[in-house]
Every structure is written in structure tokens, then in C-alpha cells.
T-cell receptor
Framework: SAVISQKPSRDICQRGTSLTIQCQVDSQVTMMFWYRQQPGQSLTLIATANQGSEATYESGFVIDKFPISRPNLTFSTLTVSNMSPEDSSIYLCSVERYTGELFFGEGSRLTVL | DAKTTQPPSMDCAEGRAANLPCNHSTISGNEYVYWYRQIHSQGPQYIIH???NNETNEMASLIITEDRKSSTLILPHATLRDTAVYYCIVRVPSGGSYIPTFGRGTSLIVHP
């Protein structure tokens, strides 16, 4: 299995500000994903973080709102830009093992006031 | 579009087997079925996966029908700590790749 560390684990932010979430994995992985989980809902994929190139965003998510970096095979960041209360969610980093299983961090719980 | 259908909720008595069904009727021949669970306030946890044969590990068993259109996750002796939301996942094509997409899952409550 992979050990995934996410920072911060939680934060309370003001409307209009931006927050960057970090994801560190203890081993090199090919696939890294960022998910959002709104209160009481399932997980929604935001994007696939590609090493050394632009992330691949899913429908409804854009780079200007959720810029993602992945400088190497063990680290990625997700920024939530110009936040509004609707962005209050848990944001989860996930990595994929070569056999296809996903491993998740504990998530970053974001509250926007 | 999650490509899977699960009952929204189930309950089970502690010590009894919990059988969680999943319908994935549009699954293609080389797609695996993955199961995860999410205990409240934690990240999802991988349980098991399979292609066509039944699988068993220390956490659960996975029974896949011969036509692969459905599967059942079995927790043989459910405990209170198995109370969680259980997700059945198949990959969905997106932008040239196949990505893991979560449906609504089944909320399993294990009661004493």
C-alpha cells in the first residue's frame, strides 16, 4: 500500500481567498487524482494530476479555479482559488497502484466563510 | 456517470454476514470491479477487486456473476466497525483514459 500525507487536514478560510493543499506519497506512483466530496455526497473527480504537464480536468472543473501542480512522481498540490462558501468540501488526494487499486489520503476539510 | 448501481442503504446484525450487491451491467470484458469503503470522516479504503473469478482476502469476499453484470461484496462476520459507506467502482472513459468514478454507494449500518 501507499502512505499518503495531505496538508492541511482542515482549514477555515475567508471568501475570496485561495488555499493550496499538498499531497505527498511515500513511493513513486504513476497516477494521482484529486477528488472533492461535498457534505453528505459521494466523491467527484476533479482532475488527474500529470507529472510534468497540465492536469486533465473533468467536466465542470477548470484550471483557473483548481490549478494543480505535480512536479514529480511523489508530490502534488491542488489550489482552490477565489473561494466561496460553495467550495466548502473535503478534498482528497488519491494515488493508483500498478494493479489498479486506489489509495487515499485522509482528506483536507475546507470551510469557507 | 458512475456505471454502477447500488442500494442506498442496508443494515446487518453484528456477527452476521453482510451481502452488498452492485450492478454494473455495462462493464466491458477487461474492466475490473473495485470495492472501497469510507468510514465517517476518513478517506476511502480499498477492500478488494476482481475481474471474473471470485476473490477473497482478509477483509472480504467478492462474488462476480458469470456474465459479469453484477457482483456482491460479502463481509462474512460483520462488526460494528464495518459501519461505513461501501462503493463499487468500475472505470469510466474520459479524455482517452479510464478513470475511477464513484457512485453514491451503499450506507451499511451494522447494529448490535
Amino acid at each position: 500500500s501507499a502512505v499518503i500525507s495531505q496538508k492541511p487536514s482542515r482549514d477555515i478560510c475567508q471568501r475570496g481567498t485561495s488555499l493550496t493543499i499538498q499531497c505527498q506519497v511515500d513511493s513513486q506512483v504513476t497516477m494521482m487524482f484529486w477528488y472533492r466530496q461535498q457534505p453528505g455526497q459521494s466523491l467527484t473527480l476533479i482532475a488527474t494530476a500529470n507529472q510534468g504537464s497540465e492536469a486533465t480536468y473533468e467536466s465542470g472543473f477548470v484550471i483557473d479555479k483548481f490549478p494543480i501542480s505535480r512536479p514529480n512522481l511523489t508530490f502534488s498540490t491542488l489550489t482552490v482559488s477565489n473561494m466561496s462558501p460553495e467550495d466548502s468540501s473535503i478534498y482528497l488526494c488519491s494515488v493508483e497502484r500498478y494493479t489498479g487499486e486506489l489509495f487515499f489520503g485522509e482528506g483536507s476539510r475546507l470551510t469557507v466563510l | 456517470d458512475a456505471k454502477t448501481t447500488q442500494p442506498p442503504s442496508m443494515d446487518c446484525a453484528e456477527g452476521r454476514a453482510a451481502n452488498l450487491p452492485c450492478n454494473h451491467s455495462t462493464i466491458s470484458g477487461n474492466e475490473y470491479v473495485y470495492w472501497y469503503r469510507q468510514i465517517h470522516s476518513q478517506g476511502p479504503q480499498y477492500i478488494i477487486h476482481g475481474l471474473k473469478n471470485n476473490e477473497t482476502n482478509e477483509m472480504a469476499s467478492l462474488i462476480i456473476t458469470e456474465d459479469r453484470k453484477s457482483s456482491t461484496l460479502i463481509l462474512p462476520h460483520a462488526t460494528l466497525r464495518d459501519t461505513a459507506v461501501y462503493y463499487c467502482i468500475v472505470r469510466v472513459p474520459s479524455g482517452g483514459s479510464y478513470i475511477p468514478t464513484f457512485g453514491r454507494g451503499t450506507s451499511l449500518i451494522v447494529h448490535p
